[in-house]
């Protein structure tokens, strides 16, 4: 995972690529779960919200240098929980 998203931040086109897919295909799948039509405000905060979390999470990955052992997820897991609990909480206040 802290490979792929070390690759992905490499490159600005790849970004926009993966983002407006991920909106595209989340937006479709929360609204189909949750039984509402689109547009929905609340499928589209949630979505942007959550796509945000994930970004702030794959750029915390690098060290301070900018460098990453992807060995280190597979030895400690829990590193991208951390790090996903930690962008939540940055970005939504709670």
């Known amino acids: 995972m802290q490979a792929l998203g070390c690759v992905?931040?490499?490159?600005p086109h790849l970004q926009q690529r993966i983002s407006a897919y991920r909106k595209e295909v989340l937006t479709a799948m929360l609204a189909e779960?949750?039984?509402v039509q689109l547009p929905n405000t609340v499928i589209t905060s949630?979505?942007?919200?959550w796509s945000a979390v994930v970004s702030a999470a794959y750029a915390a990955a690098?060290?301070?240098?900018?460098?990453?052992d992807?060995?280190?997820?597979?030895e400690h897991p829990q590193?991208?929980?951390?790090?996903?609990d930690k962008a939540f909480s940055v970005i939504t206040g709670r």
């Open 8 to 11: 992905v931040m490499k490159s």
């Open 33 to 35: 779960h949750l039984h």
């Open 46 to 49: 949630a979505v942007l919200t």
């Open 62 to 68: 690098p060290d301070r240098w900018g460098k990453f």
């Open 70 to 74: 992807a060995l280190d997820d597979r």
């Open 79 to 84: 590193r991208m929980q951390d790090r996903l």
